[in-house]
């Protein structure tokens, strides 16, 4: 069974443009989880998407948004990339937005803003 | 202060060395998730666990609800086992709450 997936793996953007980041989760999960590693820090919740409304968002600027899709992909786009957007984003998908419910993680996108 | 807090930060050992990793936290949660950080970013989930112990090969997760800790230890640790290990909380709402993490270092 393939895990989640993230693309793309790397992208680098310079300031004032826009990120389009996606995700794929395990399939038959309908929550998609998106979390930001920036360097020398800890993760850092984003947002939760779970059958394609958004359920909850992290302490992060309106600039970082995201949708999920009737296939339960999901998308974060950061608009108006400012250098200290510059991180690891990592999504999660469960199977529901279960406190008890484990997620499962994709390999990452490393954003570069220069 | 940060709602999870890990220790060491760094921790170096030599293989074949038992390791544990330490995680308190202040809040009230409903589950706690060990995962793994290799370099490269990916992460895998280890454990969650909300009461007791797990076990999976020679990973052992404990965790006391009461005392607000958990650990997580390593048997015969091996340099494959070379990571970064993060506790990672869940509590009222689904989001999840991040330690900074312990790199491990387990040389030949």
Redesign the interface.
Known sequence: EAGVTQSPTHLIKTRGQQATLRCSPISGHT?V?W?Q?ALG?????LL?YDEGEE??R?NFPPRFSGRQFPNYSSELNVNALELEDSA?Y?C?SSLV????T???????T?LTVV | KNEVEQSPQNLTAQEGEFITINCSYSVGI??L?W?QQHP??????LF?L?SGKKKHGRLIATINIQEKHSSLHITASHPRDSAVY?C?V????????????TRLQVFP
Not at chain 1, 97 to 100: A, C, K, L, Q, T
Not at chain 2, 40 to 45: L, R, T, Y
Not at chain 2, 90 to 101: A, C, E, P, V, Y
């Open positions: 929550s989880y979390y590693q820090l800890g993760l850092q919740f939760w359920r909850n992290g690891l990592l999660a937005g279960s406190v008890d484990e997620a499962f993680f994709g390999q990452g490393r | 409903s589950a998730h995962l490269g970013g990916g992460i895998v989930s969650m909300s993060i990672a869940r509590w009222n709402t689904d989001k999840l709450i991040f330690g900074t993490g």
